[in-house]
């Protein structure tokens, strides 16, 4: 018994439609493990920063580099997450994921040289971050619809909760146990990822069939023939006779108008017979033709159960789209501004004078701050009815202000709310900014297994560049400031590239809009040719003698007679 039950557990989960709940809360609950042990485990290495250079004798630049190789290969390989989860499933990937973050954290505790850690922390937990975070997020997606903005917006403060107790714990634990078993307790923490990957079972939309009501259809038929046909012999021998009784049979129809009446009906019976041979046949076809416009696949499903189509292992086609190449250069230059704050916070209080207990509170106060924007935005897009791009580029433009802000603030309590404005914008674009993808104002839905993949792929070239940039303005300006003007510069370009994103969907909209109108119109004149040539039974009935309609029937009455 425990076999089929346990395959039961692991099956995939089939509702008729989004079920916006459901087995969704256990996949919310992955998602929330999964932002603590990717996100919140990255962003809170800042804390061992000062450790490294001083273990390694390294500069800002090459030390950052750990963190930008990461987040390289974080975005970069997200590609390949994707065909591997369209290929073995996002359950198996997501478990090797976390395998592969706890080996590389857990290895890093053991390198000699930054080079090394290059490889460890760079490469194989970044391989790891990927597989794990990638699938979660997209599948986390297919469970809910109208909540997704909250699901997801909840789900993603894992990540500022991680930052918010990770940097103290950290720093006291290294005080006492050094910096390289604080690695080996983050690496064996990380192993639950494994875990979570148990919790994503697949789903699957199978709507309900539309009951078909043909028997209740054709007795209708048979009632409106017989009536009919009442109709068309009252009409032929009140016209027999000649009278003017408005149709009311004569009972001394001679025998010639009945012929005549017989052969009109059968005449009639054989028209009507045809025209509903012509209507099954085009009725019965048991197959229907989806044409799929984006993909160009030509699918046929057959009648019943509709079938999962098997998805693709990598499609480039949203390349084609305006609106997604706009929103991916969003994202890009979005994530010069994601890191390198967390990552030179710390130093940059010590800089101006704030004690180095108090200096690791700064991630605290930051991650904070992240958990209420990441709340409340899920909150005011699940009420607001406006175009949800609109009020994701306000967040990104007041983001950019904050981040100017730290150049110019020397004092404690004026860096605390430089950091608490900065942890709420922050959260507010990063737990939605992937989401997005999945409105209509963007791609929609139906691309968004395919599009995350290739979003989070541009995204990784300004994830290099991103902290090591930072880094050489440091050691060239010996001011931890010049980090946050680079990112604030990122983010404001970002913000230009999201208000293009409104643009060029309304452009291909009205692209799209006339290619429309002109099958609709070519369908309406298809379907006013084929009923024109349908004649109805009053036509023939009351057709005057010289058409030609009349002419027909009047050939099948001499071959009777």
């Not at 900014?433 to 691309?447: Q, S």
């Amino acid at each position: 018994m425990r076999g089929p039950y346990f395959q039961r557990c692991l099956a995939a989960n089939v509702y008729p439609e989004v079920p916006d709940g459901g087995w969704g809360w256990a996949v919310a609950l992955a998602f929330f493990l999964v932002e603590v042990c990717t996100y919140g485990a990255l962003k809170s290495l800042g804390v061992f920063l000062q450790d490294l250079m001083e273990e390694f004798g390294e500069s800002n630049s090459r030390v950052s580099w750990v963190i930008s190789i990461c987040v390289f290969i974080f975005t970069f390989t997200a590609p390949l997450a994707t065909i591997l989860s369209n290929r073995f499933g996002h359950r198996s990937v997501v478990m090797v994921g976390g395998l592969l973050i706890s080996l590389g954290t857990i290895s890093s505790a053991f390198t000699r040289s930054i080079n090394q850690m290059y490889v460890t922390i760079g490469v194989i937990s970044g391989l790891g971050y990927c597989f794990t975070f990638l699938p979660t997020v997209t599948i986390l997606a297919q469970y809910f619809s109208t909540r997704r903005a909250l699901v997801t917006s909840v789900a993603s403060s894992g990540e500022p909760f991680a930052i918010f107790a990770f940097a103290p714990a950290l720093t006291t634990l290294k005080e006492h146990i050094g910096w390289r078993y604080c690695l080996v307790v983050l690496g064996t923490f990380q192993a639950c990822v494994i875990g979570c990957g148990l919790l994503l079972r697949p789903i699957i939309i199978d709507p309900e069939p539309v009951e078909e009501h043909h028997e209740s259809d054709k007795e209708q038929q048979t009632v409106y023939k017989l009536e009919n046909e009442q109709t068309r012999t009252s009409i032929s021998s009140g016209g027999s006779q000649g009278s003017e009784d408005s149709g009311v049979t004569s009972l001394s129809a001679s025998s010639s108008d009945l012929r005549t009446a017989g052969a009109e009906r059968q005449a009639l019976v054989e028209w009507e017979v045809k025209d509903n041979e012509d209507k099954e046949s085009s009725m019965s076809t048991p197959t229907i033709q989806v044409m799929e416009k984006d993909e160009g696949v030509l699918a046929e499903l057959e009648a019943g159960p509709l079938q999962r189509p098997s998805p693709r292992l990598l499609d480039f086609s949203v390349l084609r789209d305006t609106t997604f190449i706009w929103y991916s250069l969003f994202g890009m230059f979005a994530t010069l501004g994601f890191f390198a704050p967390q990552l030179y916070v710390i130093e940059l209080s010590k800089s101006r004078g704030v004690e180095p207990r108090l200096a690791s509170y700064m991630l605290s106060v930051m991650a904070v701050a992240e958990i209420l924007g990441r709340l409340s935005i899920g909150v005011l897009l699940s009420r607001v009815r406006c175009r949800k791009t609109l009020l994701l580029l306000g967040c990104v433009l007041l983001l950019s202000l904050v981040l100017l802000a730290f150049a110019v603030v020397w004092e404690f309590w004026g860096l605390v709310v430089c950091c608490a404005l900065y942890g709420y914008f922050v959260g507010t674009v990063g737990s939605i900014h992937i989401p997005m993808l999945a409105e209509e104002e963007v791609v929609g839905i139906e691309k968004m297994a395919s599009s995350v993949g290739v979003y989070l792929f541009i995204q990784s070239f300004a994830g290099l560049a991103g902290p090591p940039l930072g880094g050489v303005l440091v050691d060239v300006t010996q001011n931890y400031g010049a980090a946050f003007l680079s990112s604030a510069v990122g983010m404001a370009l970002s913000g230009v590239c999201l208000a293009m994103v409104g643009p060029a969907k309304a452009g291909m909209c009205q692209r799209q809009r006339p290619n429309r109108e002109e099958d609709k119109c070519t369908e309406e004149e298809d379907k006013m040719s084929q009923d024109s040539g349908q004649p109805d039974f009053l036509d023939v009935d009351l057709a005057p003698e010289d058409s030609s309609l009349r002419q027909a029937v009047d050939q099948n009455n001499k071959s009777v007679m």
